[in-house]
């Protein structure tokens, strides 16, 4: 495990599993940047995140690139119903400085019937990091804002394609019909700019923005790539508010 993520998942467990506000210092440092909506910036609030017992987070994968890393996992007691969360820390000289996150309520069913956090976890072919990062470019580029569809089986296997979006089927074809349904309910889903794509070995995470169903949206996609074809997608949307605790906005 790089020392980045051994940095970032020590400051989870002392929020999130040993509930220790004076361990705060020990990972996160001031100016303390916070792009949760309901979050302020600083290290204040992380210390009364930490002294909530009742929020829990588990986590199922993370990954790091330059100075980033992000997690997937499961949040509980930050709302009525447990959470699906996307959170990427940034870091700098040793402590996490920088927090974004996108987060989605957790469904107890999926159209394709996997959770939206099951699945592979292990990082692994490294040394298909840069390829599998200019295969989830060249999705966003000729698929998501160059809107040829006709290039899916470029990037997809047209085999194996796992879906995690809790209302879209598995494969190709699964995608289409969920495009097409969205099209029928005069529904739009537009992706306006990709603010960072974090790459590790077989995964791909991408932190956009745009619109969805006629609202302001961050969109939060993970993809999993193997022989060159991305086999397994998870996501997280959420509302874009008009403003934000910190004044910081949400990418």
Known sequence: MSDL???????????????????????????YLQHNPKAPS????????????????????????????????RLTGFG?????????????????????DVMQPEVGTTVSGRTQLDGPTEVVELDQTAAN??????????V???HRMDRLPDYFSAVRYHQHNPGVADGLAGFGQAMADLARAGLTMEYRTTHRIVAEGNFVFTHSD??????????????????GRIVEHWDAIQEIPEATASGLPMW
């Open 5 to 31: 993520k051994t940095l970032v998942l020590a400051g989870v467990d002392a929020l999130f599993v040993r509930h220790d506000p004076a361990a705060v210092d020990a990972s996160f440092a001031e100016p």
């Open 42 to 73: 600083g290290l204040a609030f992380l210390r009364h995140l930490a002294a909530m017992p009742d929020l829990t987070i588990v986590r199922s994968r993370a990954l790091a690139e330059g100075d980033l890393v992000v997690t997937h996992g």
């Open 80 to 100: 009525p119903v447990p959470l699906v969360v996307f959170d990427i820390f940034r870091v700098e000289d040793g402590k996490v400085v920088e927090h974004w």
């Open 133 to 142: 990062k200019a295969l989830v470019e060249g999705l966003f580029a000729d």
């Open 144 to 146: 998501l804002y160059g």
């Open 210 to 227: 745009g619109i969805f169903a006629g609202k302001r949206v961050m969109f939060a996609d993970l993809f999993r790539v193997e022989g």
